[in-house]
């Protein structure tokens, strides 16, 4: 998904609630994600945006480089904006899915080396991540 499709998206739906997008950080090799800061009358919210497929995630900080924990959070009311704009919501259940258990049957050989390799435990891992 390309930084430009989710960045307007972000502003779609920060307007949609009389927000605002205070940062925006496109992905940049080797991390696998877009990411920004929408401010709401609620406070910041994290969003990513993955960069191979049009999934947006929640997150209570921005992912730090090369991992650790992010306080992955349900998508507010207001994120069913993302859908109208082509994006799915990710939600904590699927998440938190043990990595043995999600259907990994469309990834590339290179992907499926990567997992092989990086053994993720759960969907979250295997989607935000700094792999080369």
């Not at 930084?3 to 696998?32: I, K, L, M, T, Y």
């Not at 994006?87 to 990994?104: C, G, H, I, Y």
Request: aromatic share 12%; proline share 8%; net charge negative.
């Amino acid at each position: 998904m390309s930084g430009a499709d989710f960045r307007s998206a972000c502003h779609v739906a920060a307007r949609a609630v009389r927000g605002r997008v205070v940062e925006f950080d496109p992905a940049q090799n080797p991390r696998s994600f877009h990411s920004a800061d929408i401010v709401t009358a609620d406070g910041i919210h994290v969003v990513v945006c993955l960069v191979h497929v049009p999934w947006v995630i929640f997150c209570g900080q921005k992912p730090p480089e090369y991992g650790g924990t992010v306080g992955f959070r349900s998508p507010p009311p207001w994120a069913d904006a993302f859908t109208y704009s082509g994006f799915r919501l990710l939600q904590l259940e699927e998440l938190a899915m043990p990595w043995d258990r999600v259907d990994s049957t469309a990834l590339t050989a290179a992907a499926c080396r990567q997992i092989q390799y990086w053994r993720p435990e759960n969907l979250a891992e295997a989607l935000l991540n700094w792999w080369d």
